[in-house]
């Protein structure tokens, strides 16, 4: 049940990220599409994804501190 738990926990905060990206790509794609070129909003969703990103490797950096390597551990 624990694990189940952490594993909803890992999926909200992988899952929201992604969300933001999917939507400011999306906006900038429907820009280039209609050739609406508003320079600032297209470098802030840029930035956004850029931002964004970032907290995603946050996330998979502290998971790879959360585990550990076992392989010298001795069998049991």
């Not at 594993?7 to 999306?26: K, V």
């Not at 802030?44 to 907290?55: F, Q, V």
């Not at 995603?56 to 550990?68: D, E, M, P, Q």
Request: charged share 30%; net charge neutral.
């Amino acid at each position: 049940s624990e694990l189940g738990l952490m594993s909803a926990g890992i999926t909200h905060e992988i899952n929201n990220p992604l969300a933001i990206i999917q939507l400011q790509s999306n906006f900038i794609k429907r820009s280039v599409e209609r050739e609406e070129f508003d320079r600032g909003k297209i470098q802030d969703s840029a930035s956004k994804i850029s931002d964004t990103i970032e907290r995603i490797v946050k996330v998979i950096t502290n998971l790879r501190y959360f585990s550990r390597d076992a392989s010298r551990d001795p069998l049991v």
